[in-house]
């Protein structure tokens, strides 16, 4: 699927003056297998095409499936019509004017280069039989006892903004991901890998990490109380990207509703960690620009435990210095309409595998969480459960399976608890995050004490 820039011209004339476009093709190939079996193997196309228009200092939004003329036209009728309905105001027509504050904030915006990301041809010139080779490299490795479940998946996606003030940007991103749960009686472990390009995920690894990961254990009773967390990659992962939606926006900061508002240049977590929201970093799934055309700024959010920034979009860029970083998200997102970051890196310690285990000492290895639910935004506290493959370890081996676990947790607890940083970094992804580099992280005891 490509998108036309003519079509995007025709639609803005169409549309007319203050309306931006932001348009999404997308495109996946998609394996799913469950007992050892595939179970679907299909393809799905989708066009989405969402607008907004601002005159006068009032904005009116809508979407659309197609770029065709006269569906277009039809959704401009009925935009016209909303804002005739509406008391102007006076403003700026622009639609980058009227979000970033001032035309001048909004011709810099527009004369900056986005970095381009390169699509990769091992997932644009996709194969099904790649895709199965996959499945049946990683079923072929695992023993007759063992049941493999999980999904491969291709995305080819074609992004565009556009405005009627001249603004074009257009990126196409790929990405290929695998996700791996083997069975074997009552225990599951995981394993997920993705990438901008196809040829660098090492499948023919997968087998031999979950044969590993599904060393014969003892399942020992629940453990209550305090205890050390060794939490994994794929653990973190989901804490870090929960953590970043509702804390590290400039509309939350700006409006007192982030737990870190005020707070720019005091200590938040601990000095163990530092995190970034890069788009341009190629150990994550990079990107060039946000919802808004705005290009990805590199944001240092902390600095040895220190908070150094926020994310922000044009509405908000007055928190940054005046210039958004590149972090708006789309209109009507699901997850809520503040900035939000989209490319985490925490950067790694010093720490191995090894080192880490050894110091948990008598505690719980968690090498997945499922998810994790907000309860109170403003006081970090969610809940949530792990999931394939958690452990109790002791003396630094691992000696039992642990059942799963519920957790109620403040995070800014947990990343105040923190005794050592990995040194090796997985990548990964959520509903609402494009991409989150991160290490193991070793948790004192006490914040995430067992129910």
Same mark, same amino acid.
């Given at each position: 699927?490509?998108?036309?820039?003519?079509?995007?011209?025709?639609? &803005?004339?169409?549309?007319?003056?203050?309306?931006? @476009? *932001?348009?999404?093709?997308?495109?996946? /190939?998609? #394996?799913?297998? $469950? =007992?050892?079996?595939?179970?679907?193997?299909?393809?799905?196309?989708?066009?989405?095409?969402?607008?907004?228009?601002?005159?006068?200092?009032?904005?009116?939004?809508?979407?659309?499936?197609?770029?065709?003329?006269?569906?277009?036209?039809?959704?401009?009728?009925?935009?016209?019509?909303?804002?005739?309905?509406?008391?102007?105001?006076?403003?700026?027509?622009?639609?980058?004017?009227?979000?970033?504050?001032?035309?001048?904030?909004?011709?810099?915006?527009?004369?900056?280069?986005?970095?381009?990301?390169?699509?990769?041809?091992?997932?644009?010139?996709?194969?099904?039989?790649?895709?199965?080779?996959?499945?049946?490299?990683?079923?072929?490795?695992?023993?007759?006892?063992?049941? &493999?479940?999980?999904?491969?998946?291709?995305?080819? @996606? *074609?992004?565009?903004?556009?405005?009627? /003030?001249? #603004?074009?940007? $257009? =990126?196409?991103?790929?990405?290929?991901?695998?996700?791996?749960?083997?069975?074997?009686?009552?225990?599951?472990?995981?394993?997920?890998?993705?990438?901008?390009?196809?040829?660098?995920?090492?499948?023919?690894?997968?087998?031999?990490?979950?044969?590993?990961?599904?060393?014969?254990?003892?399942?020992?009773?629940?453990?209550?109380?305090?205890?050390?967390?060794?939490?994994?990659?794929?653990?973190?992962?989901?804490?870090?990207?929960?953590?970043?939606?509702?804390?590290?926006?400039?509309?939350?900061?700006?409006?007192?509703?982030?737990?870190?508002?005020?707070?720019?240049?005091?200590?938040?977590?601990?000095?163990?960690?530092?995190?970034?929201?890069?788009?341009?970093?190629?150990?994550?799934?990079?990107?060039?620009?946000?919802?808004?055309?705005?290009?990805?700024?590199?944001?240092?959010?902390?600095?040895?435990?220190?908070?150094?920034?926020?994310?922000?979009?044009?509405?908000?860029?007055?928190?940054?210095?005046?210039?958004?970083?590149?972090?708006?998200?789309?209109?009507?997102?699901?997850?809520?309409?503040?900035?939000?970051?989209?490319?985490?890196?925490?950067?790694?310690?010093?720490?191995?595998?090894?080192?880490?285990?050894?110091?948990?000492?008598?505690?719980?290895?968690?090498?997945?969480?499922?998810?994790?639910?907000?309860?109170?935004?403003?006081?970090?506290?969610?809940?949530?459960?792990?999931?394939?493959?958690?452990?109790?370890?002791?003396?630094?081996?691992?000696?039992?399976?642990?059942?799963?676990?519920?957790?109620?947790?403040?995070?800014?607890?947990?990343?105040?608890?923190?005794?050592?940083?990995?040194?090796?970094?997985?990548?990964?992804?959520?509903?609402?995050?494009?991409?989150?580099?991160?290490?193991?992280?070793?948790?004192?005891?006490?914040?995430?004490?067992?129910?």
């Amino acid at each position: 699927m490509s998108i036309e820039q003519s079509q995007v011209e025709q639609a &803005l004339e169409i549309l007319g003056e203050g309306t931006r @476009l *932001d348009v999404l093709g997308e495109h996946a /190939d998609l #394996l799913r297998f $469950a =007992e050892s079996e595939v179970t679907a193997q299909h393809s799905e196309r989708r066009l989405r095409v969402r607008v907004r228009t601002t005159r006068n200092g009032r904005s009116v939004a809508g979407s659309l499936e197609t770029l065709d003329p006269e569906a277009v036209q039809g959704l401009a009728d009925r935009l016209n019509a909303a804002l005739a309905d509406l008391a102007p105001l006076p403003d700026a027509h622009s639609p980058r004017a009227a979000s970033a504050g001032s035309a001048a904030q909004a011709d810099g915006a527009q004369a900056e280069v986005a970095p381009q990301v390169v699509p990769s041809a091992s997932v644009l010139e996709s194969d099904p039989a790649v895709r199965h080779r996959w499945f049946s490299t990683v079923r072929d490795g695992l023993d007759s006892s063992t049941t &493999l479940g999980g999904a491969i998946r291709y995305d080819v @996606l *074609d992004r565009v903004v556009a405005d009627s /003030d001249g #603004l074009f940007r $257009a =990126e196409t991103l790929t990405k290929a991901a695998i996700q791996a749960i083997a069975k074997k009686g009552d225990n599951s472990v995981s394993v997920k890998y993705m990438h901008r390009d196809a040829d660098r995920i090492p499948v023919d690894e997968i087998p031999a990490k979950l044969r590993t990961a599904l060393t014969p254990l003892p399942t020992r009773g629940a453990h209550h109380g305090p205890c050390r967390v060794l939490l994994k990659p794929q653990a973190v992962i989901t804490l870090m990207a929960t953590y970043g939606h509702f804390v590290l926006g400039a509309t939350g900061y700006a409006t007192g509703r982030s737990a870190v508002a005020g707070r720019l240049g005091e200590r938040v977590v601990s000095d163990l960690l530092s995190l970034v929201d890069d788009g341009a970093d190629a150990d994550g799934l990079p990107s060039g620009f946000d919802a808004e055309g705005n290009v990805r700024r590199r944001t240092q959010l902390i600095d040895h435990g220190v908070l150094t920034g926020v994310v922000s979009d044009r509405r908000r860029a007055a928190v940054t210095g005046g210039v958004p970083t590149g972090h708006a998200v789309p209109d009507g997102w699901r997850f809520g309409g503040d900035p939000s970051p989209s490319n985490l890196l925490l950067a790694p310690g010093d720490a191995t595998d090894e080192e880490l285990l050894s110091d948990c000492g008598s505690g719980l290895v968690v090498n997945r969480l499922d998810y994790l639910r907000s309860l109170h935004p403003k006081q970090t506290l969610v809940t949530g459960t792990t999931r394939d493959g958690t452990y109790w370890a002791e003396g630094g081996e691992l000696v039992a399976w642990h059942p799963q676990v519920r957790f109620t947790f403040r995070m800014d607890d947990v990343l105040n608890a923190v005794l050592a940083v990995g040194n090796t970094r997985e990548c990964g992804d959520t509903t609402f995050m494009d991409s989150v580099v991160v290490p193991s992280l070793l948790i004192d005891a006490g914040p995430l004490a067992l129910p």
